[in-house]
């Protein structure tokens, strides 16, 4: 490690993808946890100072290159220069983009043409982020379902966004019928209701009442018996 970085996050935040292709095909660690500002490979990957060196979707392939070779999206590393605060890659995606006060807080319509793509590749790679999270989550709740064999009722693993993945600095609140599933503000429990959750809630509701049905008839039956 030198001042922080490992030989990974060097080959990041230089954009030397030869480099960071030789590192991880030689065995080098992309979740190794280091300190703060820095995180992790993951965080070095999404922190908005490497925009100039790669394409949005370069930054993206590295991203997908990183998960591939084991990094941990789930992993807590420390977010912000003090290190106080613990989360995920995605918190710590999600607080370089709001260090820009020029483009995280100006209306979009008030951006100029170049802002509006810097803003658009960011968002874009704050839902991917998001994705990679929820899909990881979701894997890791699913093995263990299937470990419990109906032994033990499913729980949540990991408390975050369903929508936006965030963890860290925001105050979740758990959905009434799918019980694994939080959302941190009203705005990302509609934008997920829209584009995925709906379905999920009318799948969960329909396994219940035909669970109470079943265990009516049962019932009924026994009784009539």
């Not at 220069?81 to 006060?101: L, P």
Request: net charge positive.
């Amino acid at each position: 490690v030198c001042s922080g970085h490992s030989p990974l996050t060097l080959a990041i935040y230089s954009g030397n993808d030869s480099a960071l292709n030789l590192l991880l095909e030689n065995g080098a660690n992309p979740s190794l946890p280091l300190g703060a500002p820095i995180g992790s490979a993951l965080c070095a990957a999404v922190d908005t100072t490497c925009e100039g060196r790669r394409s949005n979707e370069q930054r993206l392939n590295v991203i997908n290159l990183l998960m591939k070779q084991g990094g941990d999206i789930m992993a807590l590393v420390p977010v912000g220069k003090s290190g106080k605060h613990q989360g995920t890659a995605v918190d710590y995606a999600m607080h370089v983009f709001y260090q820009d006060k020029r483009i995280a807080h100006t209306p979009f319509h008030a951006l100029s043409p170049a802002e509006r793509e810097i803003y658009m590749a960011r968002t874009n790679l704050l839902n991917y982020m998001a994705t990679l999270l929820r899909e990881e989550v979701n894997k890791r709740e699913a093995k263990e379902a299937a470990e419990a064999d109906g032994k033990r009722k499913p729980k949540s693993l990991f408390r975050y966004c369903y929508e936006c993945g965030r963890s860290a600095g925001v105050k979740l609140t758990q959905c009434t019928r799918f019980y694994t599933v939080s959302f941190c503000s009203q705005r990302c429990k509609l934008k997920a209701w829209t584009s995925r959750h709906r379905r999920e809630c009318i799948k969960i509701e329909n396994k219940q009442k035909s669970e109470t049905h079943l265990l009516t008839s049962e019932l009924s039956s026994k009784q009539v018996v």
